[in-house]
């Protein structure tokens, strides 16, 4: 690099030289990527690294340079993608693998917490037990509620969490740990 040029940034015919070149680039990582989309993401996030780091590229050897932080670019973006679907993979093996439960703990289930949907709201309590505990969904609720179906869906989102909140009172750190043994103390002392 000559003495005249210690710049932080590229100079101003490097950064034309980019700029004009923008469809070459877009072009080349289309080919590349399954959209085009995941093409501009990856050409904007290159361009941000090239203002950072080609400071030290001679101007006649930008595009070259440039095109190398792409092709890299481009790896790293297969990369993150094959380690998101390994991720998905050993998460849908670890999901499928869960065992429902058995017949007397599911039932020993349904009555704690039909015994704590008691002290919830009525639209609340109505509301789980036609979308949870009926297997209904939220075009019945909102039908028998006579509310819309957006209305029905952040009904049984609130309701969902004040269950959540009776669990956490009655259980105590049961709730937290999986204890499903309702004959335990609850976090007041009292068996759930």
Request: hydrophobic share 40%.
């Amino acid at each position: 690099m000559s003495p005249e040029r210690q710049a932080t940034t590229l100079s101003p015919e490097a950064v034309n030289r980019l700029v004009e070149s923008h469809r070459q680039f877009l072009s080349f990582l289309e080919r590349r990527v399954e959209s085009r989309a995941a093409a501009e993401d990856i050409l904007q996030a290159s361009f941000a690294k090239g203002l950072e780091r080609g400071a030290e590229v001679p101007d006649e050897k930008i595009l070259a340079w440039f095109y190398r932080l792409l092709r890299n670019a481009v790896i790293d973006h297969y990369r993150r993608r094959a380690t998101s679907a390994r991720a998905l993979e050993s998460y849908t093996h670890e999901f499928a693998a869960r065992e429902n439960p058995a017949a007397e703990v599911e039932q020993e289930i349904c009555r704690c917490v039909s015994e704590l949907l008691g002290n919830l709201k009525p639209e609340y309590a109505d509301a789980l037990r036609i979308v949870d505990l009926e297997e209904g969904n939220l075009n019945q609720l909102a039908r028998q509620a006579g509310i819309t179906a957006e209305n029905a869906a952040v009904r049984v989102h609130r309701a969902r969490k004040a269950l959540r909140g009776q669990v956490l009172k009655a259980c105590g750190t049961c709730a937290d740990h999986g204890c499903l043994d309702c004959t335990c103390k609850g976090a007041d002392g009292t068996a759930a």
